[in-house]
């Protein structure tokens, strides 16, 4: 197995084999900074755990939408699962190939389903029969056929956090697994639509092998139903969602998680396609950030640095937890601090209550913010978005340059 992203060799903290320090002295903070052999190794780790299927591994592009890790994704073998046609876009962009794409999202516009038509892609994972009845109609007037699968909802609860959950039957996602046969039969009379898959996706940062268990199964009943109706499926697609250590989380391995996929498919002949966001970027990406001031108040203690809620907004969104490390190891005393950014919120946290001995001008490092981090990103507050880098063994790339003003007012204009 490759090296942990951030590693220390007397007292020296390295990603791959660049200290951090000199990262940030060329680079300045905020900075996201990823790991190409980790990112690299992997998705090797991920599809040879599941080599007995011949898997198609479709990167959810939400996680990390930056075209130089789609495009380093793309040249391994990966597909992409997109949710709309800016992220389709991307994947064109990165030299990802349309026909390994699967696109999930319950608002396709008719625009994005003729764009995703044009382009070939592989499968549409339909989200209720209103889609699909647009997806008939955009495909017959573009004379062409679109690939479908149903996103069946298996009201399962993933047990994970209620916003990042999505297989409940009260999510607004998928359809019915009543309402799903009703929709495949649907779908058989339809003389644009060419029936591929099915497809569920069940929450987001599940560390809990059974809810996979409990929808595979599902899905599987259904492909066996759907025998009988004369509808034949192709390939199953079990979504992503496997979780990822934070801090103390103990999620399913590759391998445990194929082993137990594999039990549940058993000897079917299925294409299996998987749509890993979090565990393939996740542990691959850091924000370093440096320490603007120490600010001890009468109850608590602060370290405000120079990140924020926009750059990482996981914290505040859903109290998520990233390990926060300090770059510049010394003797002062370790304090509890609440980590904060200059951002006028209080929920502008991206730690709270860490023992740390830290003190102004450090630079730390938020772990684990590969995925869901510049993703999710925005200009509140009027704050530039920050550099995106790759280190590649000895050297570092920018694979996305900070912004300045120019970015920050693009496209607006005063009134004439
Ligand atoms: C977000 C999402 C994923 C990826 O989820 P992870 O938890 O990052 O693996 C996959 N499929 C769909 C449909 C999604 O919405």
Redesign the pocket.
């Known amino acids: 197995m490759s090296k942990p992203m951030i590693h220390s060799n007397d007292g020296i903290f390295y990603i791959e084999n660049v200290p951090v320090k000199k990262i940030t002295e060329d680079y300045g903070t905020p900075a996201y900074v990823y790991s190409k052999q980790l990112i690299i190794d992997t998705f090797h780790s991920f599809r040879n755990s599941f080599k007995q299927f011949d898997p198609l591994v479709c990167f959810?592009v939400?996680?990390n939408s930056n075209i130089a890790i789609l495009n380093l994704l793309a040249e391994q073998g990966a597909g992409f699962?997109i949710?709309s046609e800016g992220e389709l876009k991307r994947v064109i962009a990165a030299h990802g190939d349309p026909r390994k794409v699967v696109f999930?999202g319950i608002g396709k516009s008719i625009n994005e389903i003729s764009f995703a038509i044009n382009h070939n892609i592989l499968a549409f994972?339909v989200e209720s029969e209103g889609e699909l009845r647009r997806i008939q109609s955009v495909a017959k007037s573009l004379n062409k056929k679109a690939s479908i699968s149903i996103r069946v909802n298996p009201n399962v609860d993933a047990k994970t956090h209620p916003y990042i959950s999505?297989g409940l039957k009260d999510n607004k996602f998928g359809v019915d697994e009543n309402k799903s046969v009703e929709l495949y039969c649907l779908a058989k009379d339809m003389d644009a639509i060419e029936i591929k898959g099915i497809d569920c996706?069940i929450g987001?940062?599940i560390t809990d092998i059974n809810p996979f268990i409990d929808s595979t199964k599902k899905l599987v009943a259904l492909i066996d139903h759907l025998k009988t109706l004369d509808i034949h499926i192709e390939h199953i697609d079990i979504?992503?969602?496997?979780g990822i250590n934070y801090n103390d989380e103990l999620p399913p391995t590759f391998l445990e998680y194929a082993e137990a996929m594999s039990h549940v498919i058993g000897t079917r002949k299925l294409k299996v396609i998987f749509?890993?966001?979090?565990?393939l970027i996740g542990k691959a990406g850091v924000l370093l950030t440096n320490v603007e001031y120490i600010k001890e108040g009468p109850n608590k203690n602060f370290a405000i640095i120079d990140a924020a809620m926009n750059d990482l907004m996981r914290p505040s969104l859903y109290d998520a937890y990233h390990e926060i490390i300090n770059i510049d190891a010394h003797q002062c005393i370790r304090k509890k601090y609440d980590i904060v950014g200059p951002v006028c919120e209080t929920g502008d946290f991206l730690g709270k209550e860490r023992l740390l001995a830290i003190k102004d001008n450090d630079t730390l490092a938020v772990l684990d913010t590969g995925?869901y981090g510049m993703s999710m990103s925005s200009n509140y507050n009027s704050r530039p978005r920050a550099i995106e880098l790759m280190v590649d063994d000895e050297i570092v790339h920018v694979i996305r340059e900070r912004e300045n003003f120019e970015h920050l007012i693009f496209g607006e204009s005063l009134l004439p």
Do not use: F, M
Request: hydrophobic share 25%.
């Open positions: 959810a939400k996680a699962d949710v999930s994972n999505t996706h987001s940062q979504g992503g969602g496997l749509e890993p966001g979090r565990s995925a």
